[in-house]
């Protein structure tokens, strides 16, 4: 073959320019809507007196206690859970070929729910205490979220199982999902039949997914594993790009489709998996981000990946900030605003039709 | 190179052993050192691909058996026959994305089965029948053939190359529209060029012209034509329109129940094979020096 008489295409250049201009923009939006997270709530903070904090000023001690163990903390775990979720949502929706693939419509969140209330139920958490937010508390909260992690976990080995006996075809990792999700929130539902009062507000309250639940420690573990996925997600940004384009031609590009995919499927299940364990149920983060980047940057994983991890982030992160403050002084756990959020955009996909 | 083929025709009745000359061509009846089998034909003199003995199973079907044929570089090898023959599986045997249940694949002299996927995809470009579209620009799509030989970044010297595809296949134009908004025939030669960039010695093209109007069934199988005589790339592509295929392909393998039934160049096509390949009852007709096939 002789291509020897190419160069690049200044068009070329400038489109991709404007790609990565538009991540940048999100990344400085990302840290703008940061210092608003943590100036705004109950005590509100001025900006200025932030930055002091940050850079180790002399800040007043309330501030200071404020600013590092509630609101950083919390900005932060919105920033690392969304952008987990998002990059999660787009390497299944490329990897199953199906655009509504997220770790909530594949069943995830609800084996995550399904186990905290095993957890809660069998491991005697949820007696009687004091939280900030309600008189009920969740009295073990790492077995409660290992239960949830196991779940969680043991539904992504499920359905991988189930795709390898009928090789794995997106459809069936997706109907596999869809049935084992159905099945845990049956028994979701048996168990809080069941269980008594104390025990069924502990179950109902750890599905109302928060970042506020994250201190120093658990905010480490999830971003840990966030960026060790995004790190292997975006390595495999041009194997997602062949998948796109067909089983066939990945192959034809040397692309080991079913590792890929495999691979793949628990990078994006252990991002989600620890995050709901962490956190709770968190829905439709996964599910819109992707959507909404694919909308602005197309369907490039060089661009779609990192667009959607900051994409993921800013969007965790204002939906927090205005669950936090829109009906002060109470406060919102962030699931139910991206909830309301999502459902409208989820709507908006179906009748668009928008194909991947 | 030579036009004389294997044939697996012992249980039809059908011998082909044309030996004509078309244009271009040298007969040079050398046997192809070391590969043995009990076809009675030679594989060509330079063949850049060969496929040995291949069977394919599909869940314990046989769907291919016996199959031995060979291409060389600058030649077009048509592979034809009727619907569920198994065309699209022998194509797909050639780079390994069906995995041969017996036989050997040959790059030259070396073992398809011991190179990695990117190995093969270094040297096999493949375009699917149908092909997905995205919110990918047609640039990106090509740069995506470039896979096989990237790293963990792309640089200047794979950005040239598709430039230099995308100008050659008449593509430069729209580089920047996205492939989920350009016509059905744009997208496969946006498939190809993107088969093109791999640089590939051989392409493997299944069905090419399938649902393209009789204009870019042409202006498709130029472009390959072009590629195959200025690049000196070997191709196989499976096709369904017989006058298309005499018209641009060099060799023919005509194929009846998961075995050949016929191989030949484009004189060696016969109206008897067509019949019990296809069983319809044709004539040959010559237009123009170029055979015809007219159904009675």
């Not at chain 2, 010297?157 to 296949?169: F, S």
Request: net charge negative; hydrophobic share 50%; glycine share 8%.
């Amino acid at each position: 073959m002789h291509l020897e008489n190419g160069s690049t295409p200044e068009h070329y250049r400038a489109y991709v320019g404007r790609k990565i201009a538009l991540i940048l923009g999100g990344v400085v939006l990302a840290v703008i809507m940061f210092f608003v997270s943590v100036s705004v709530g109950a005590v509100s903070i001025p900006i200025p007196d932030i930055i002091a904090t940050l850079l180790g000023g002399q800040g007043t001690g309330l501030y200071e206690r404020i600013i590092w163990n509630i609101r950083i903390p919390q900005a932060l775990t919105a920033v690392v859970a969304g952008a987990g979720f998002a990059i999660a949502g787009v390497a299944m929706q490329s990897i199953l070929r199906n655009p509504l693939a997220s770790p909530f419509t594949l069943g995830l969140s609800n084996a995550a729910a399904f186990g905290a209330a095993i957890g809660i139920l069998m491991f005697g958490a949820g007696t009687t205490g004091s939280s900030i937010a309600d008189a009920v508390v969740v009295n073990n909260p790492y077995l409660t979220t290992i239960c949830a992690f196991l779940f969680s976990m043991l539904t992504t080995v499920i359905i991988l199982l189930i795709a390898k006996m009928r090789s794995a075809t997106p459809e069936t990792m997706v109907l596999a999902g869809v049935a084992i999700s159905s099945l845990f929130s049956a028994g979701l539902m048996a168990i809080q039949y069941f269980v008594d009062d104390t025990k069924l507000a502990s179950i109902v309250f750890w599905q109302f997914g928060d970042v506020s639940r994250s201190s120093w420690m658990e905010l480490g573990i999830i971003t840990a594993v966030v960026v060790a996925a995004f790190a292997y997600i975006l390595f495999k940004r041009w194997d997602y790009n062949a998948i796109d384009a067909g089983d066939e031609t990945a192959r034809g590009l040397g692309v080991n489709v079913e590792r890929t995919r495999l691979f793949g499927m628990i990078a994006a299940s252990v991002i989600s998996a620890v995050v709901v364990a962490f956190l709770g149920v968190i829905g439709f983060v996964g599910l819109v981000c992707p959507h909404m980047v694919r909308r602005v940057i197309g369907d490039d994983h060089r661009f779609l990946i990192p667009g959607s991890f900051v994409c993921g982030a800013v969007l965790l992160l204002i939906s927090d900030t205005v669950a936090r403050t829109m009906i002060a002084p109470h406060v919102l756990p962030v699931a139910v605003l991206t909830a309301f959020l999502g459902a409208p955009v989820f709507l908006y996909l179906i009748i668009r039709g928008r194909r991947m | 190179m030579k036009e004389e083929y294997p044939e697996h025709e012992e249980h039809h009745g059908h011998h082909v052993h044309e030996h004509s000359h078309i244009e271009g061509y040298t007969h040079t009846h050398e046997h192809s050192h070391d590969v043995p089998h009990e076809h009675h034909g030679n594989t060509p003199g330079k063949a850049i691909l060969t496929v040995e003995d291949v069977d394919f199973e599909y869940r314990s079907d046989p769907v291919l058996q016996d199959i031995t044929v060979g291409v060389a570089r600058g030649e077009i090898l048509a592979i034809l026959g009727p619907n569920g023959v198994g065309k699209s599986t022998l194509l797909k045997c050639m780079n390994l994305i069906l995995k041969p249940k017996a036989g050997a694949i040959l790059l030259e002299e070396m073992d398809l089965t011991k190179m990695s996927g990117t190995e093969i995809a270094r040297n096999v470009g493949y375009v699917a029948q149908r092909n997905e579209s995205a919110r990918m620009t047609v640039f990106d799509t090509v740069l995506l053939g470039r896979k096989p030989h990237l790293g963990w970044k792309v640089t200047e010297k794979d950005y040239e190359i598709v430039d230099a595809a995308l100008r050659r296949l008449g593509l430069a134009d729209m580089q920047l529209r996205y492939i989920d908004e350009i016509s059905g025939g744009e997208l496969q030669r946006v498939c190809i060029c993107r088969a093109i960039v791999q640089e590939p010695s051989v392409l493997l093209l299944d069905e090419p012209t399938s649902a393209l109007d009789l204009c870019r069934q042409m202006a498709i199988l130029r472009v390959i034509r072009d590629v195959v005589d200025h690049h000196n790339v070997a191709t196989i592509m499976t096709m369904h329109d017989l006058n298309l295929a005499l018209r641009f392909a060099d060799r023919f393998l005509f194929m009846k129940d998961g075995k050949i039934y016929a191989a030949c160049d484009r004189s060696g096509v016969t109206a008897d094979m067509i019949e019990a390949v296809y069983g319809i009852a044709v004539d040959i007709v010559m237009h123009k020096g170029m055979p015809m096939v007219v159904p009675r």
